[in-house]
C-alpha cells in the first residue's frame, strides 16, 4: 500500500528532465523545438531549470552549450555548486545516448508541470473557499473559473507556411460560394443590413453603439432572440435590464404584443393568445441570459466559458460595454481590456461577439446629430478592437418635423472586410420592442417653396445654355 508521504509527492520525471538537457547539448539544433513546449518553470528540479535558463542564455548570445560552456556560465553567477562544479553537466552529456525522442521527452516533462500546476490552482481554490475575506463568493468562483480555464491546453500558434491553410480556407470560400453571394455568417434581422455585411462573422467582435433611445438594447435582443429561435445556441449578458424585462421585451417583439399592454394589462384589449404564442417559441429558443449588473470582464469571461464547456456558444451578446464594472482613473485602458476580452471570446469560441456601445453625450450638442467614430465613449480602444462598428441614429428624436418620421438609421462606420460608409433604413417599430424592415420607398426630404422656385430658376437658366 502506498504510504501517505509517497502520495503527496508532486507528480515529476527526473529522467524525462535529464533525457531534454542531456538531448540539448548533443544536438543544439533542437531547441527551437523544445522551446516550443517547455520553459524552463516546467522542469521539477530548480537545477534542471537552471540548466535551460543557461542553454538559452548562451543560444541567445551564439555561444555553444556544450558541458563545458554551461559550467563556465553558472562559474560566473557564482552558482557552480548546483551543478556539481560542472560533475553533473558532464554526466548529463554522456549519459544521454541520443537526442532522437527528444521532443516526446519534453511533452512528458509539459505533462506533469501541468499536473502540478492543477494541483496547484486546485489548493489556491479550496484556501480562498475557506477565506470569507477574500471576496464574496460569486467573486471567488468567478476567479476560479478564470484559473482553471488558464489551464486548458492551448492551439499551438507559431509560424507555418500559408500553404498549410490552403485547403481549409478552400473549404470555407465553397461553403461561402453555396449561399449563392448572400448571408454567409450568422444572420442580422434585417434583410438589408444582411445584404451589406452578409452576415456577423465567426470570430469577429461588431459594436452596436448610440446615444440613449436610438435602440442599441432593442436591436441587441432582435438579434439575440431571432438566433435563439432559430436554434443557434445564444448567451445574453444584460448588465443593465433585467431576466424580467428581457421577457417582457421578447415576448413583445416576438408576438407584436404592445409592450405598454404588458406593463400594464386591461380587459381593453385581448393579447393573450398572442402572448401565449410568443411564450411556446421563447420556451424552445436556445437563449441563455445572464442580468447581473455591475460584471467585471473578467467574471463575464469566466461564465461564458463555463457555459461553452458544456456546449459550444455560437452566438455572444453583451449590453452594454459602458455598464461594466471599471476604475474611473483608468477607464481609457479598461473599456480597451474589455473589448479585448470580448475579442478573445470571439476567437476562441470561433463564433460572433456583439457589444452594444455608448456615445459621447457631446455629440447632443451639435446641429447634425449623427454619429462619427469619435462620438465613441474612449474611441481608441474601442474602434481598434472592434471588427464592425454600426451607429444607430433617430432624427425624429431631435427634431419632431424630419422628414425621417419612423426611421432608424442604421450606419455602417467600420468594417474590415465590409464596404464602411452604409447607411440602411430601419422602421422603428418600439411600441412593439422591435426593428424592422423598412419597405417602400426610403424617405426623401420635402424642398421648401423658396428652394423648390430657386431649382426651377436654375433649371430654365442650365437649359438654354451659355451665352457667347
Not at 517547455?38 to 548570445?61: C, K, N, S, V
Request: proline content about 4%; hydrophobic content about 45%.
Amino acid at each position: 500500500m502506498m504510504d501517505f508521504e509517497e502520495a503527496r509527492v508532486l507528480p515529476h520525471r527526473i529522467d524525462a528532465e535529464r533525457a531534454v538537457l542531456g538531448g540539448l547539448m548533443l544536438a543544439p539544433e533542437a531547441l527551437w523545438q523544445v522551446q516550443a513546449i517547455l520553459t524552463p518553470e516546467d522542469f521539477y528540479r530548480q537545477d534542471h531549470q537552471m540548466i535551460l535558463r543557461g542553454i538559452e542564455a548562451l543560444a541567445e548570445r551564439k555561444k555553444p552549450f556544450d558541458a563545458v560552456v554551461l559550467a563556465d556560465w553558472f562559474e560566473s553567477l557564482g552558482q557552480a555548486e548546483l551543478v556539481d562544479n560542472g560533475a553533473y553537466l558532464t554526466e548529463l552529456s554522456c549519459t544521454t545516448p541520443s537526442a532522437a525522442n527528444i521532443v516526446a521527452y519534453a511533452e512528458i516533462v509539459a505533462e506533469m508541470a501541468l499536473r502540478r500546476r492543477v494541483i496547484e490552482v486546485g489548493t489556491e481554490i479550496v484556501g480562498q473557499g475557506f477565506d470569507t475575506t477574500s471576496g464574496d463568493a460569486g467573486e471567488v468562483l468567478a476567479n476560479a473559473q478564470v484559473r482553471v480555464s488558464a489551464l486548458l491546453p492551448k492551439q499551438r500558434g507559431g509560424l507555418s507556411l500559408a500553404s498549410d491553410s490552403l485547403k481549409d480556407w478552400f473549404k470555407d470560400l465553397e461553403r461561402r460560394f453555396e449561399a449563392k453571394g448572400g448571408i454567409t455568417g450568422t444572420p442580422w434581422p434585417w434583410s438589408a443590413v444582411n445584404a451589406a455585411t452578409h452576415g456577423l462573422q465567426d470570430g469577429e467582435l461588431t459594436l452596436i453603439a448610440g446615444r440613449p433611445s436610438m435602440g442599441k438594447s432593442i436591436a441587441g435582443l432582435n438579434l439575440a432572440l431571432m438566433n435563439a429561435c432559430r436554434g443557434v445556441r445564444t448567451a445574453v449578458f444584460s448588465l443593465e435590464m433585467s431576466r424580467a424585462q428581457i421577457n417582457r421585451r421578447n415576448i413583445a417583439s416576438l408576438g407584436n404584443v404592445p409592450h405598454n399592454w404588458l406593463l400594464a394589462p386591461s380587459e381593453d384589449e385581448d393579447h393573450w393568445g398572442a402572448v401565449s404564442a410568443a411564450l411556446r417559441q421563447l420556451k424552445e429558443a436556445s437563449l441563455y441570459v445572464d442580468d447581473t449588473p455591475d460584471l467585471t470582464i473578467v467574471q463575464l469571461m469566466a461564465r461564458a466559458r463555463s457555459l461553452h464547456m458544456k456546449e459550444r456558444i455560437r452566438l455572444l451578446v453583451v449590453d452594454h460595454i459602458h455598464d461594466f464594472k471599471v476604475k474611473a482613473q483608468e477607464a481609457r485602458f479598461e473599456y480597451g481590456r474589455i473589448a479585448q476580452g470580448m475579442k478573445t471570446l470571439a476567437k476562441e469560441f470561433n463564433c460572433p461577439v456583439v457589444g452594444l456601445a455608448q456615445l459621447n453625450r457631446a455629440l447632443a450638442t451639435r446641429t447634425d446629430k449623427r454619429p462619427t467614430m469619435s462620438d465613441l465613449r474612449e474611441s481608441g480602444e474601442l474602434e481598434q478592437k472592434a471588427d464592425v462598428i454600426a451607429f444607430l441614429h433617430r432624427e425624429d428624436y431631435y427634431n419632431r418635423e424630419t422628414y425621417l418620421k419612423g426611421v432608424v438609421e442604421l450606419i455602417i462606420a467600420k468594417g474590415r472586410d465590409i464596404e464602411a460608409g452604409k447607411t440602411i433604413y430601419l422602421r422603428n417599430d418600439f411600441a412593439h420592442m422591435a426593428l424592422r424592415d423598412w419597405e417602400g420607398e426610403v424617405p426623401v426630404a420635402e424642398l421648401s417653396p423658396a428652394k423648390r422656385a430657386a431649382g426651377e430658376r436654375w433649371g430654365k437658366v442650365a437649359s438654354a445654355g451659355p451665352d457667347f
